[in-house]
């Protein structure tokens, strides 16, 4: 399967050769068809998977195919649940319409609204936004949505679960009735279904196996390790492999910026990213990232959630999520759109509970390692001072640059040490 034989015009072709994008996602290959043939859509597709460019190709196409109005009024609009991931939508609209006549624009909160109503004046046939962004300015009768003829809801999952939902039904009753609606997200709910059936009409449904992103193409391992001791192992493990571009994740925002400052203080460039940072510290940040000049990004789950950073190699769980679904979604962002990736995580002796709910979900065990000289302590591993000497009573070596080795051990399904001490 080629993207020729998608039906997509010379000039979107154009734009994913420029991509390098040579075959087209499972996503792209069922979806574009069916959106240029202007079906309603309803697709299970996560971050990953290409969907972005799955709904952003045919409605450009279609939109580019005729616009007789001299005023550009708002004729698709893609909802999305955070600024980032609105950010990179845009992002790839832009690219994807290069050879085409086609205006877009980005809107979303915790920014100067002035820059976006300037861009919205002009005229802007594809508008990516935030909800409470749009709902403002459209209080403020700054943009109309009255001549819609596509809707996108993207990472809908995602929307509902950020309360996002009376907010959709606004934004559903200013639009009219008449158009075409892509519902993308990652599951399936019950909430999600009631959701659809309320506002699409006979929608095609379109999967793309979330696994060619998650857990099938990752290689995972966990590190059994004390808590006291998960700064040094990180930072051990990124300047010992040299690694130029690791997201890590934390539990809370406090912790993203109490690891991030602490990396900092060992040399290693890094940055948090969280709800609290100011909409440009995350944008620069991830700017600063993706151009590695950051080589650490610390980011809670909230935050990363639809971060768009191709070919990750590395990502790290510095604290295992006490969500397991967030474990998926974290790990997504490594091995994307058919690349590898490593995902690895810290796991101190209060943590194996959520190792062994995530385990349950993802139906498979993860290899469970220790590394010399990071072996967890027999007792309460989990308190914060490091321990003085070795189990065996051996002083603890100073140094193991480059040669630690890795001792096998299956935790998991086994009583671990603790219990057995
Ligand atoms: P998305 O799921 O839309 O966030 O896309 C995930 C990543 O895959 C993005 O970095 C895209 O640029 C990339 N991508 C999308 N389609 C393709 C494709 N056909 N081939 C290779 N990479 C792709």
Redesign the pocket.
């Known amino acids: 399967m080629s993207f020729n034989s998608l039906g997509l015009s010379d000039a979107l072709l154009k734009a994913v050769s420029k991509?390098?994008?040579?075959?087209?996602?499972t996503i792209?290959e069922k979806a574009i068809p069916r959106i240029l043939e202007r079906k309603d859509v309803l697709a299970s597709?996560?971050?990953?998977?290409?969907?972005?460019?799955?709904f952003a190709l045919p409605i450009i196409q279609i939109l580019a195919q005729g616009h007789s109005l001299r005023k550009r009024p708002v004729r698709a609009l893609v909802l999305t649940p955070t600024r980032e991931l609105a950010a990179?939508v845009y992002a790839?609209v832009k690219e994807y319409s290069a050879h085409v006549d086609i205006n877009s624009a980005v809107i979303f909160g915790g920014v100067n609204q002035n820059p976006q109503v300037a861009k919205l004046r002009n005229g802007v046939d594809i508008l990516v936004a935030t909800p409470g962004r749009l709902l403002d300015l459209h209080n403020q009768k700054l943009l109309s949505l009255v001549k819609v003829e596509f809707l996108v809801l993207d990472e809908a999952d995602r929307m509902l679960d950020m309360g996002f939902l009376k907010d959709i039904r606004k934004i559903l009753n200013l639009m009219p009735s008449k158009r075409q609606n892509l519902l993308f997200s990652a599951t399936f709910s019950k909430e999600i279904k009631q959701l659809a059936s309320g506002f699409m009409r006979h929608p095609v449904i379109v999967e793309a196996t979330p696994q060619q992103t998650t857990v099938e193409k990752i290689n995972q391992k966990a590190y059994r390790v004390d808590k006291g001791r998960k700064l040094k192992l990180i930072t051990k493990l990124i300047s010992d492999g040299d690694w130029k571009q690791v997201l890590v994740f934390t539990r809370t925002k406090h912790g993203a910026n109490r690891l991030s400052q602490k990396l900092i203080k060992s040399g290693i460039s890094a940055s948090a990213i969280h709800g609290n940072k100011s909409q440009n510290h995350r944008t620069k940040t991830l700017d600063g990232f993706k151009k590695a000049t950051i080589r650490v990004l610390v980011a809670t789950d909230i935050a990363a959630r639809g971060l768009?950073i191709?070919l990750l190699p590395h990502v790290i769980n510095y604290e295992l999520p006490n969500v397991p679904e967030d474990y998926v979604h974290r790990i997504g962002r490594t091995g994307?759109?058919?690349a590898s990736g490593e995902a690895i995580s810290l796991v101190s002796s209060d943590e194996l509970d959520f190792l062994k709910s995530i385990e349950k979900l993802i139906k498979q065990n993860i290899p469970s390692e220790e590394l010399w000289g990071f072996e967890p302590s027999v007792g309460d591993v989990s308190k914060k001072e490091e321990p003085k000497k070795f189990q065996h009573g051996k002083p603890r070596p100073k140094s193991n640059k480059g040669n630690y080795k890795k001792r096998k051990r299956s935790y998991g399904a086994k009583p671990d040490r603790n219990n057995n001490a």
Do not use: M, N, V
Request: glycine content about 20%.
């Open positions: 991509k390098g994008y040579t075959i087209p996602t792209q597709a996560q971050t990953g998977t290409g969907k972005t460019a799955g990179q790839e768009d191709p994307r759109a058919g």
